[in-house]
């Protein structure tokens, strides 16, 4: 009896223990979709009572990703992350947060400068995260294993197919005529914003798919 009672001791004690501190993926999609929607807050506030309709847009859009978030949380299966993926939260985080806060200062104070070498480098300001996202992107890319690549990938795929498929579609419907008058520089500053948007919502969803045949 003693014996069996050390054997399931020596059992308990050689699992793998779930350390409350260890960042897990469930916990890392909840954290981004909270901040996602914390971060559309100021956009859709600013947006409303400045009357500035791309900060609403931009609210809506970030609000939209950061609930997608959410909700891939809840169903994701809680995993300990590897110290690839904690690293490229550690870039993605700050990256994101200066994208916001320059693309609001730049759409604000743009229309104001008189100078144009002035206006040219504010309006380029929310290019430096953007290219600190992107990379984080590659190198989290590089180091990942096999499966975690192809999982990368396929959702890149899914992201730049969704996205080119959509921005056409949008490019056809004022063919029809139907009072619908957007400029070629609003549609082509929400290019990079939805394509990152749709590959934050298909990575998860594409892991799932690949962790339920495992």
């Known amino acids: 009896m003693i014996a069996s009672m050390d054997d ?14 260890k960042l897990t993926n469930r916990r890392a999609l909840a954290m981004m979709g909270g901040v996602a929607v914390l971060y ?11 009357g500035r309709r791309w900060l609403v847009t931009v609210g809506v859009v970030v609000a939209i990703t950061g ?7 809840h169903f994701s299966r809680e995993e300990v992350l590897r110290p690839v993926h904690v690293r490229y939260l550690r870039e993605f985080f ?3 947060a200066g994208y916001v806060v320059l693309i609001m200062v730049s759409g604000t104070w743009v229309p104001r400068m ?8 504010l309006a380029a300001l ?11 992107m590659v190198r989290v890319l590089r180091d990942q294993d096999e499966l ?23 490019g056809l419907l ?33 892991a799932r798919r690949y962790r339920d045949h495992e």
């Not at 559309?40 to 400045?50: E, K, Q, S, Y």
């Not at 609930?67 to 949380?73: D, E, F, K, S």
């Not at 929310?126 to 984080?136: D, G, T």
């Open 148 to 170: 975690e690549r192809r999982i990368d990938l396929e959702a890149i795929a899914i992201a730049a197919m969704s996205t080119a498929f959509g921005f056409f579609s949008f």
């Open 67 to 73: 609930v997608a978030w959410l909700l891939c949380a």
């Open 114 to 121: 008189e100078s144009v070498p002035a206006r040219v480098a």
């Open 8 to 21: 399931h001791r020596s059992r308990r004690m050689s699992r793998p223990s779930k350390s409350p501190s």
């Open 40 to 50: 559309a807050l100021p956009c859709l506030i600013a947006g409303v009572l400045g």
């Open 174 to 206: 004022p063919l029809a005529d139907i009072g619908w008058h957007v400029g070629g520089p609003t549609v082509a500053i929400w290019v990079m914003p939805c394509l990152f948007a749709i590959f934050g919502i298909a990575k998860p969803l594409v």
């Open 126 to 136: 929310p290019l430096l995260p953007i290219a600190l996202l992107i990379r984080a």
């Open 94 to 96: 700050p990256a994101m």
